[in-house]
Nanobody, 125 residues
Framework: QVQLVESGGGLVQAGGSLRLSCAAS????????MGWFRQAPGKEREFVAT????????LYADSVKGRFTISRNNAKNTVYLQMNSLKPEDTAVYYC??????????????????WGQGTQVTVSS
């Protein structure tokens, strides 16, 4: 089992940047594929990005491709989401998630077993 704690959210103007962090407990972080999701008010939780266990493979939602970068540091048990060129439509609660299955990474909410509590990102126009 793994516990996840997100940080780094906040209020930023359109065009600005934020870096989210997700710290994981335990000594098996490198065995989990990790993902970032977001949920805006009144909307379903949606996929943002995912990264494989060693960090060599990544996948992004079309809406964030070229603006967001997911990375991980297994020595620090942390996954990051660097968000650049932020838009008001990026406003949401951002969640990190972990999954220990056999695939390289996962892009569906239902595929993840472990979730953090979320961090609010607000982008003003």
């Amino acid at each position: 089992q793994v516990q996840l704690v997100e940080s780094g959210g906040g209020l930023v103007q359109a065009g600005g940047s934020l870096r989210l962090s997700c710290a994981a407990s335990g000594r098996t972080f490198s065995t989990y594929a990790m993902g970032w999701f977001r949920q805006a008010p009144g909307k379903e939780r949606e996929f943002v990005a995912t990264i494989s266990r060693g960090g060599s493979r990544t996948l992004y939602a079309d809406s964030v491709k070229g603006r967001f970068t997911i990375s991980r540091n297994n020595a620090k048990n942390t996954v990051y989401l660097q968000m650049n060129s932020l838009k008001p439509e990026d406003t949401a609660v951002y969640y990190c998630a972990a999954e220990r299955g056999s695939s390289a990474y996962y892009s569906q909410v239902r595929e993840y077993d472990y979730w953090g509590q979320g961090t609010q990102v607000t982008v003003s126009s």
